[in-house]
């Protein structure tokens, strides 16, 4: 085959684009610090590196579960802790309603606080976070708690909220951020029907009300306050299941994002060499090019 300048111009100048695009392609990765730009740089890198991406994606979606997971249960342990100070408070109007040496009067306005300490619990009871009723259930763009005289309602339901902090589905006891209207005031409202009646008694302030006060009453404010503190322990138990889930994801995090930095980065020192060999040969390349081409084209570069 009959070799033609043309050829040898078309060979010569191919071979120069090619020595002129592996030095872009170094001072690219140099100036970036980025060993991956497209698919045929590496295809077992960048594999790997989507991969990375990918774990990655996901565990920051579940960081997120357990951020958004632990800001709820921590205004909910405020909030519980806020219903316990209460409980205490309202023990001990009664038992200084009871010790007898008081006149009805007395009683009555003790009555009128516990009113209003009752009011409080209702109005922690539809405390909100986001927009949403923490302790309405699943039902919780409703206010969970309405009172109308005596008679409280609860306007939520009892199912349980979950964030997953992993794989598979997550389990309802185990993994709920939520307590109900059932866990925090017991079924059917026991705890704020045993304080109306507490209330009752206090306003109605007889002798009768005040020996019902000291022994059933107080009786009854004990038991439910043991019962709240359950749920509130509950509850941070839960609380230590997301710390822990947080710290493992942080953790892992940190570990992909080493590896992907490891796997994605460019090795300076060796892309240095490289690019001052690439500098080299196309210089070369030029050198011999010119010696070898017509004076037109050796000119002409």
């Known amino acids: 085959m009959r070799i033609t300048n043309s050829m040898m111009n078309y060979n010569f100048l191919s071979s120069l684009n090619k020595s002129l695009e592996k030095s872009s392609k170094i001072q690219t ?21 989507l991969r990375f991406s990918t774990s990655l994606e996901l565990n920051n979606q579940y960081t997120q579960n357990a951020k958004d997971a632990l800001s709820w249960m921590e205004t909910t342990d405020d909030n519980m802790q806020d219903l316990s100070e209460i409980m205490i408070s309202i023990k001990e109007q009664v038992i200084q309603a009871s010790n007898g040496t008081n006149p009805t009067s007395a009683i009555q306005t003790i009555g009128e606080t516990v009113d209003n300490l009752i009011n409080q619990m209702i109005s922690i009871g539809n405390s909100q976070i986001g927009g949403r009723y923490i302790f309405a259930g699943q039902s919780d763009k409703t206010a969970p708690f309405t009172r109308s005289g005596d008679i409280i309602t609860y306007n939520g339901d009892n199912e349980k909220i979950s964030m997953p902090t992993h794989p598979g ?17 017991g079924p ?9 009646e507490v209330k009752n008694h206090l306003k109605s302030g007889t002798v009768a009300d005040q020996e019902w006060l000291s022994d059933t009453g107080l009786a009854l404010i004990e038991d439910d306050r043991d019962q709240m503190l359950l749920s509130h322990s509950s509850l941070g138990a839960r609380m230590s299941i997301y710390e822990m889930a947080k710290n493992m994801l942080d953790s892992s995090n940190t570990i992909i994002e080493g590896d992907q930095a490891t796997n994605d980065s460019v090795d300076v020192a060796k892309a240095i060499v490289d690019y001052k060999n690439a500098e080299n040969v196309y210089k070369t390349a030029l050198q011999i090019g010119a010696s070898i081409l017509p004076m037109s084209l050796a000119d002409f570069l």
């Open 188 to 196: 059917d409202l026991k705890i704020l029907n045993d304080l109306i």
């Open 29 to 49: 990765q140099l100036a970036d610090g980025k060993a991956l730009h497209a698919p045929s740089d590496d295809p077992i890198k960048v594999g790997r590196s």
């Open 169 to 185: 589905e997550a389990t309802p006891r185990q993994d709920s951020i939520n307590l109900t209207g059932a866990d925090v005031f």
